[in-house]
Structure formats: structure tokens, C-alpha cells
T-cell receptor, first 117, second 111 residues
């Protein structure tokens, strides 16, 4: 199946700093990517829909100024957690749909674990 | 909001079939049933999906009731590596519809 890759797979940062997470579609072009967040022992929560060349669409309750999303190319979307705090520590996961895939399934990255000290 | 209901956990012996149920009584006519699983500390993995007919692939079988209000994911010969959280999701198969995850079923496969 299609491959979606995230980098870094894990990151530790100090409170108040910003962290950027990359999501790449390795063998297909993705006009739309999705960003999720997952806290321990909880399900995935959709944060935003990232659209290539336009502004992201954020889910209710997600601060767009804190979680900056940029989808500058058809193979790359980035999530920047600005002024990170310990409560932002979480597992961040992206997903993408291959436009030519007739079955409609989304492919997920490996996830990026953020720990804010 | 998630439109599905799944048992929070299930156990299965290695080598036996694992049957994971899902209720989706409010499913719409254009919505498909998708199954994903998430192994600990990894991203979700697509398993299978269907509209109204039963489906089978190399990973699993999907049985959808005639009224489409429920379905069952079948892992025919569960292995220890099948231990994961299994999510049943309904969504249209058009455009770039987002996936909304429920709480899923935590399947534990034991020796």
C-alpha cells in the first residue's frame, strides 16, 4: 500500500519552544492530509484537515494559532506546535489518501511522540 | 462523533478465529464500513472495508448484515501480532472524507 512517513518519530523539548513535525507521502501525491492527536489510552482525535495550497481546516476546540499547519507541496504537510507546554505532550499522527485509490482508504504515518518538559 | 459501537475489549487464543463485532445502526446509504487497527505506539493500519457485500482480503474478512446495521471483522487465525486496538468506522467513500475514530476494541491474543 501507499506509504506515509513522519519525522521525527519522537522528540523531547523544553516548555515554551516550538516543535515541527513533518508528514510526507512517499509514493503518491496527497492534496489532503489529516492530523490527529492521541493521548495515552485514548482514541485518535482529529485536529485538522490540511489542504495543499490553502489554509487548513481545524476541528472545534483546536487552536489554529498554536498548531500551525502548512501544506506547501503535494507530498509534504507540517505541523508546528508553538510555545509547547507539558499538556501538549502527545502522540501526533498524520494520514493521507492517495487520490487515485479507488477504495478510499487513508494511509497513516508511524506517528510522532512529543514530550514537553 | 463516532457512529459506531464496539466492545471495549476481547480475548482470543492464538490460532483461533477472532470475531470482532461493530454496531452502526445509523449508517447512511452512501457510507462504507471501514476497519483499521492500531498496534501499540504505531499509526493505524488499514484492514478492510465494504458497503453491503461481504469482503475478504489477505488480512481479514468482513461480514455485513443485510440491514447494514452491524458488521463483524473476522481474523481467521489470530496470531500474537494481531494484538491491537481495532476500530470500526463508517464514512462515505467519496471525496476526502475524514475518519472519525471511536474507542475501538482492544484485542488481546494469548498463547
Amino acid at each position: 500500500g501507499a506509504v506515509v512517513s513522519q519525522h521525527p518519530s519522537w522528540v523531547i523539548c523544553k516548555s515554551g519552544t516550538s516543535v515541527k513535525i513533518e508528514c510526507r507521502s512517499l509514493d503518491f501525491q496527497a492534496t489532503t492530509m489529516f492530523w490527529y492527536r492521541q493521548f495515552p489510552k485514548q482514541s485518535l482525535m482529529l485536529m485538522a484537515t490540511s489542504n495543499e495550497g490553502s489554509k487548513a481546516t481545524y476541528e472545534q476546540g483546536v487552536e489554529k494559532d498554536k498548531f500551525l499547519i502548512n501544506h506547501a507541496s503535494l507530498t509534504l504537510s507540517t505541523l508546528t506546535v508553538t510555545s509547547a507546554h507539558p499538556e501538549d505532550s502527545s502522540f501526533y499522527i498524520c494520514s493521507a489518501r492517495q487520490p487515485l485509490a479507488g477504495s478510499g482508504e487513508l494511509f497513516f504515518g508511524e506517528g510522532s511522540r512529543l514530550t514537553v518538559l | 462523533d463516532a457512529k459506531t459501537t464496539q466492545p471495549p475489549s476481547m480475548d482470543c487464543a492464538e490460532g483461533r478465529a477472532a470475531n470482532l463485532p461493530c454496531n452502526h445502526s445509523t449508517i447512511s446509504g452512501n457510507e462504507y464500513v471501514y476497519w483499521y487497527r492500531q498496534i501499540h505506539s504505531q499509526g493505524p493500519q488499514y484492514i478492510i472495508h465494504g458497503l453491503k457485500n461481504n469482503e475478504t482480503n489477505e488480512m481479514a474478512s468482513l461480514i455485513i448484515t443485510e440491514d447494514r446495521k452491524s458488521s463483524t471483522l473476522i481474523l481467521p487465525h489470530a496470531t500474537l501480532r494481531d494484538t491491537a486496538v481495532y476500530y470500526c468506522i463508517v464514512r462515505p467513500n467519496t471525496g476526502f472524507q475524514k475518519l472519525v475514530f471511536g474507542t475501538g476494541t482492544r484485542l488481546l491474543v494469548s498463547p
